[in-house]
């Protein structure tokens, strides 16, 4: 027990009147909340919105603490509460005992059986992927991986649910969703209101996607059976405490939050890899000559995702240096102590994977993509230092998905086209939704052999 008072938590610097430090964060939010880490200490104040107070909490250690000690007692806050505020309630917005409720109901959709089963549908959809892209022509490898991405999310969850046709259409409108939540989060709540075609797009999409949703909801309610993908285990899933089944607008609205939580996050890992890889040819070689030994002629199947070492080190890796979250929040619900500090209720908390993975503290050389740091990681840095897919109670429940979801993406990819970078071009990350490549455009080349 500490007898002597914590210092007083400090204020970072540059805040203004009624902008806090939202010009800062416009300009460049990266540099912004890296310079946080240099600069300051295990908790400091920034204002993200004017009149709101947010400690951003730096210390591994403490970092920890809030995720998995308190992660229980506290509230999301603001970034989720939006997010619930634009979609609807999910497991991703709620906290305290309805979370450990939606959480139970979601599991069942995330085992290992079932991702077991969803390897084939992914890969599908990294082969059409793959015979869509020309050889020798530019490919803007962002953009490409979103489409993938959420196209292997959503067949995986109506793979026999609805119609090639209604598919298309149901990705469209969850593409528009997606971005448009990820612009909503940041601004303030007035902006949501303005009749501009931005809102007018994003309310239409949202809305045609809960109707295309709940469509198929009726239909498969109709046939009286599921078809084994992900909506019919949603659909099958029952309320503890009711003992009902989910409604239509729950499913919906868990849907609608894994297309958010589940998309744009594995499309800038699989970006992040495909620049890395890219721009080191030994590492390429590396894991082509596993993907030989490994799978040979065959393809990727869900027994090798444990079976190829240093594709997973690369993964890891990817997830240190280019981690997509930049801001987690959480917010106090009664009088927390967090270390020697004691907060009031209401105080937004924050942390920032981007900036403590790259801490030269905990990682050497940080900027240095080096897959094999990992080799011999394990002693090196503190509980707290790397956290993929955060801790605790709200540990990410597409973690086992989203790994999956990589090496069948990555095996797939990397074996049929080089993706070749223009010589001299610095990729830049920009925070978005997710901290991801400004632009990657790279030139598709057939892979010989
Ligand atoms: C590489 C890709 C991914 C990364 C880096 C990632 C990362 C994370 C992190 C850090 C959290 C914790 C957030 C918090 O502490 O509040 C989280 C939560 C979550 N993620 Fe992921 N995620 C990825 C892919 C996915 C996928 C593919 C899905 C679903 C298909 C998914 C669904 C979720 C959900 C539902 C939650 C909320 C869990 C809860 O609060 O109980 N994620 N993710």
Request: aromatic share 6%; proline share 7%.
């Amino acid at each position: 027990m500490t007898l002597v008072a914590p210092p007083p938590i400090p204020r970072a610097a540059g805040s203004l009147p009624l902008l806090g430090h939202a010009l800062r964060l416009g300009r460049d939010n990266l540099a912004f909340i890296a310079g946080l880490r240099e600069n300051y200490g295990p908790l400091v104040e920034i204002t993200l919105q004017p009149g709101t107070r947010t400690i951003v909490v730096q210390d591994p250690e403490l970092i920890r603490t809030m995720l998995t000690d308190l992660g229980p007692s506290l509230d999301k806050g603001r970034f989720f509460e939006k997010m619930g505020q634009l979609m609807g309630q999910s497991v991703v917005t709620v906290a305290g005992p309805e979370h450990v409720r939606k959480r139970r109901q979601l599991q069942p959709a995330f085992g290992r059986a079932e991702i077991a089963r969803y390897v084939d549908l992914m890969r599908g959809e990294v082969d059409s992927a793959v015979d869509g892209w020309t050889p020798g022509r530019e490919l803007d490898v962002r953009e490409a991986m979103v489409k993938l991405s959420l196209d292997m999310l959503v067949k995986t969850v109506f793979s026999g649910s609805i119609s090639a046709e209604t598919f298309a259409q149901l990705r469209r409108d969850l593409s528009v969703v997606m971005n448009g939540v990820g612009v909503r989060i940041m601004l303030p709540d007035w902006f949501e209101h303005l009749p501009i075609p931005f809102n007018r797009r994003f309310d239409r999409a949202r809305d045609d996607a809960r109707a295309t949703i709940n469509g198929a909801i009726a239909a498969l309610q109709a046939a009286g059976h599921g078809t084994g993908d992900m909506l019919s285990l949603l659909m099958a899933a029952t309320d503890e405490s009711t003992g009902l089944p989910l409604t239509e607008d729950q499913i919906c609205s868990e849907i609608l939050t894994l297309a958010v939580a589940g998309t744009e996050t594995t499309a800038s890992v699989l970006s992040w890899v495909l620049y890395e890889v890219a721009r080191n040819p030994a590492i390429e070689s590396r894991i082509l000559a596993e993907l030989a030994e490994v799978l040979g002629d065959r393809p990727v199947a869900f027994a090798d995702v444990t079976r190829l070492p240093y594709l997973d080190r690369v993964i890891k890796e990817a997830l240190r240096l280019h981690h997509t979250g930049w801001l987690v929040t959480r917010r106090t619900v009664t009088e927390t102590r967090l270390g020697d500090w004691t907060l009031p209720p209401g105080t937004e908390l924050a942390y920032c994977q981007h900036a403590l993975h790259r801490d030269p503290a905990f990682f050497p050389e940080p900027l240095t993509f080096d897959p094999d740091r990992w080799l011999h990681s394990e002693q090196t840095f503190p509980q707290g230092a790397y956290l993929p897919f955060g801790a605790g109670k709200h540990k990410c429940i597409g973690d086992r998905f989203a790994v999956t979801e990589l090496i069948t993406a990555l095996a797939t990819v990397l074996r049929r086209v080089r993706l070749e970078l223009t010589p001299g071009l610095t990729v830049r990350p920009v925070a978005r939704a997710t901290v991801r490549p400004r632009t990657l455009v790279m030139t598709v080349r057939a892979r010989a052999g």
